[in-house]
């Protein structure tokens, strides 16, 4: 949940990536992408895109998973560099979700976790996230029926979720759903988000099918990827623009 934050923006890339060092963020990194991991089923080899990547935990991750081509994105031109210094095996690429660099069904699967609550259209990012898709797109988002919203979201005018976009699951599954997508799944994790041993009990009984967990994860299927052919390789046509702003994200 600390991924695409506001505030993040404002820290050192350096800064950033230690907080998924430290134990509450490990933690909390580590359940967020079991999840994500899991729905998605990808697949040894698979292509998969990472929008708004930040400093690249979930790139790194997805990429050590699936020893497949793994493509990170971002808009923090910054934040890119650190990522392409500290981990050169994904492919590291500034831009925005907005307008993706990649040709048509480029990737096996695409995410998106927590950016797109910081993006003032989403239902533009997640259009482009299908465009680029020939398989199954996950949106990580901040859930709104969560004892997190309650302690950090309700009402927060500063701090690190100044801004964000909170979704209850209901919502989550709608924008998804009128946009196309198949076959959609929504589950929660971090249901106590301190970190300690008592979250880390309840974590371990709470199902992810109860929706209150603070994290919101959503995947489905792009309409008709089981029988779409493969689009060429991302590698074709990246974009090599590095943006010196967010440009609304």
Excluded at 83 to 98: D, E, F, H, L
Excluded at 155 to 169: E, K, L, N, V
């Amino acid at each position: 949940m600390g991924r695409g934050v506001r505030m993040a923006q404002q820290r050192s890339p350096e800064a950033y990536a230690e907080w998924y060092r430290r134990p509450r963020g490990a933690w909390i990194g580590q359940r967020e992408f079991a999840l994500l991991r899991d729905l998605l089923d990808i697949r040894d080899g698979e292509e998969l895109l990472d929008v708004g990547c930040g400093t690249g935990y979930f790139t790194g991750s997805f990429a050590e998973a699936i020893g497949g081509p793994v493509v990170g994105l971002d808009p923090n031109v910054a934040w890119v560099r650190y990522a392409r210094r500290t981990n050169p095996g994904p492919v590291w690429v500034a831009g925005i979700a907005q307008a993706l660099p990649f040709a048509d069904r480029s990737f096996d699967a695409t995410v998106a976790v927590t950016s797109l609550c910081f993006i003032k259209d989403e239902r533009i990012a997640v259009r482009e996230m299908m465009r680029v898709t020939r398989g199954r797109i996950a949106l990580g988002l901040l859930n709104r029926n969560s004892l997190l919203w309650r302690e950090k979201g309700r009402g927060a005018d500063s701090g690190s979720y100044a801004g964000a976009r909170w979704h209850t699951p209901g919502e989550a599954r709608d924008l998804v759903t009128d946009l196309g997508l198949t076959n959609v799944r929504v589950r929660t994790a971090v249901f106590h988000p301190s970190g300690g041993r008592a979250s880390r009990a309840i974590e371990r009984l709470v199902p992810a099918r109860l929706p209150l967990g603070a994290f919101l994860a959503v995947v489905g299927d792009v309409s008709g990827s089981p029988g779409q052919a493969s689009g060429p390789s991302f590698r074709q046509g990246l974009g090599h623009a590095e943006p010196h702003d967010d440009r609304g994200q």
